[in-house]
């Protein structure tokens, strides 16, 4: 029955095999990856459908019970993120058809992006400490080949920093699991909830608790863990760096929001103050990195680490409605961030490059493209009645119930920045028109001119999936009541743990 | 469990190796403050 749970992560790996055994036919690896997308979204809703009715939903896998055995188990905050995961795997691989070059092609691009989804998914359906970490390495690791490949000179020095960092994190995130099992015994995160309440002296849990802070805020790209991420995720292909912005650092978060949840109920009282501390300087910090950006990928990089700064802000909140306006959130910020680094993409298919000020005109001569960029940007910058507004509502209410009010006001204040600097790409992009005095490019190609512009025709898997998420995160606003319904439920699934204690262990203590 | 570690950690490290080596070839440099290609500007 319960196959459910592990569908998620058995297909994309299914077709990571099925694209490797047609190696040597990018055509066919493509028809596979884009139908492993879509069926691993199929997959997503019918599970998420499931836990949705029938609640959290377990699988014990070899039918070794639990704490010996690995579990599997989907909450509705880990279903609701498998559906984004499909959501914006399909997205993706139909972008990719259509600009991922023939070179990144041959060297298994399609199979090591479905080896990365079933990574993501396996991280979120997990329920064993020791098998997050193994879902980590498996997604790590196709991250760090889909970074590297293709060779470039600065992608091979993004991709360096990018791994120093990730595995100093997977280390540390070791050595904990180690810790955590000298401490209790068992690394089933159900059974770890009970015993580590056990635990003397209880310095031992604050520990484990600031070190596993450490291991996924670097994932997360927290402030001051962050350097990876501005160092690295400008350099691969647009498709690539629209799936890592909307997908790596909320692995992160999800295992941050999982682990304080579950296991480290009692300590947050304790971790708040620095969780707080650190979401604001995540928020500032990101937001003025990104305000000083002239290139669109540099600039949508550092907003991914602002808006992680208000998902760190929803879990140091702690109470029920901060933790649905997380989830809320989390999703909005996945779609609206992945649809503009797909523009992104498209504005140098149309103008030959990602600098501001050498683009432009676009609101002339591609007004439906600057239409989906805009509704897009409006959203990430919190303007009603789009989904970021309603994200962002639900935070800042979440704050000023219990009187939170200075995270309030800097949520606001960037707020306003991310704005400035939406507008910045508006305006250099769209428009200002195309400068006149474009140089030729370096290979010989003749410069830009608004003709060519304006014969350039974007391919239909350029456009679609961009219309796709645009769609989607439309669709969030639009049916915010059904969706607040939803995330209010495995809000509260994440405060009340003993349903999902009960879930794993069976009833037994 | 340490299997699983160990399995894992020599796989990351043959990998690592790999691109080191790649990017001394590419950027001429193992100093990661010569390899400013793709720093923040």
């Known amino acids: ?27 066919l690896q493509r028809y596979v990856a884009v139908g492993g997308a879509a069926v691993l979204l199929l997959a997503g809703v019918v599970l998420l459908l499931a836990v949705e009715r029938d609640g959290i939903q377990t699988l014990q896998l070899g039918n070794w019970p639990a704490p010996f055995g690995i579990t599997m188990v989907a909450d509705l905050f880990a279903a609701i993120l498998v559906v984004l995961a499909g959501v914006l795997a399909v997205a993706v691989t139909l972008y990719s058809t259509a600009t991922i070059d023939p070179g990144r092609e041959r060297y298994a691009y399609y199979p090591l992006m479905m080896v990365l989804l079933a990574g993501v998914c ?38 360096l920093k990018y791994v120093a960092l990730n595995l100093i994190a997977s280390a540390v995130l070791l050595v904990t699991i180690g810790l955590v099992y000298g401490l209790t015994g068992t690394v089933n995160l159900a059974d770890l909830a009970g015993r580590l309440a056990q635990v003397e002296p209880d310095g031992m849990v604050y520990a484990v608790a600031a070190m596993l802070l450490v291991a996924f805020g670097i994932k997360a790209a927290l402030v001051p863990l962050f350097f990876w991420l501005p160092a690295s995720y400008h350099t691969p292909p647009v498709a690539v760096a629209a799936i890592f912005s909307g997908l790596l650092t909320k692995v992160g978060i999800y295992a941050l929001v999982r ?29 003025i990195g990104a305000v000083a950006q002239h290139e669109m990928r ?108 200075v995270i309030v006001l800097i949520a606001l204040g960037v707020s306003l920045m991310t704005l400035y600097s939406m507008l910045k790409i508006w305006n250099a992009a769209f428009w200002k028109p195309l400068p006149s005095d474009l140089e030729p490019f370096a290979d010989g190609a003749a410069a830009v001119t608004r003709e060519r512009v304006a014969d350039t025709r974007l391919a239909l898997m350029v456009v679609a999936p961009i219309v796709f998420l645009v769609a989607c995160s439309l669709a969030l606003a639009l049916a915010a009541g059904p969706v607040f319904d939803l995330v209010d439920a495995a809000a509260l699934q994440l405060m009340e743990p003993a349903a999902y204690v009960e879930a794993v262990m069976g009833g037994t203590p | 469990m340490v299997l699983t ?37």
Not at chain 1, 7 to 22: F, K, M, Q
Not at chain 1, 265 to 270: K, N
Not at chain 2, 15 to 37: A, K, M, N, P
Request: no cysteine; aromatic share 10%; proline share 3%.
């Open chain 1, 122 to 159: 396996g991280t979120f359906l997990t329920g064993d400490l020791f098998n997050l970490y193994v879902w980590f390495e498996v997604l790590l690791i196709a991250s760090f080949v889909l970074l590297a490949l293709g060779g470039e000179r600065a992608q091979l020095e993004g991709a």
């Open chain 1, 259 to 287: 682990v304080f949840t579950l296991l480290f109920v009692e300590e947050m009282a304790d971790f708040q103050p620095l969780l707080l501390i650190v979401a604001a300087l995540t928020m500032i910090l990101g937001v």
């Open chain 1, 1 to 27: 029955v319960n196959g459910l749970v592990l569908a998620p992560v058995l297909v994309p790996l299914v077709a990571a095999a099925l694209g490797l055994i047609a190696w040597r036919h990018p055509d």
């Open chain 1, 298 to 405: 540099r600039l949508l990089s550092f907003h991914i680490i602002s808006q992680i700064g208000y998902l760190v802000m929803g879990l140091a909140l702690f109470t029920m409605s901060a933790l649905a306006g997380l989830i809320y959130f989390l999703v909005h910020v996945a779609l609206a961030k992945s649809t503009l680094f797909l523009v992104a993409g498209a504005v140098k298919q149309l103008t030959g490059s990602f600098e501001l000020s050498k683009t432009g005109g676009l609101w002339a001569l591609k007004p439906g493209l600057a239409m989906l960029f805009g509704i897009a940007a409006m959203s990430l910058a919190g303007i009603p009645p789009f989904s970021g507004f309603l994200a962002k509502l639900a935070l800042i209410e979440a704050g000023l119930e219990i009187d939170r009010i």
């Open chain 2, 5 to 41: 570690a160990i399995v894992i950690s020599f796989a990351v490290l043959a990998f690592t190796l790999t691109l080191i080596h790649r990017v001394y070839q590419e950027g001429g440099s193992d100093d990661v403050d010569d390899l400013s290609e793709a720093d923040i500007q």
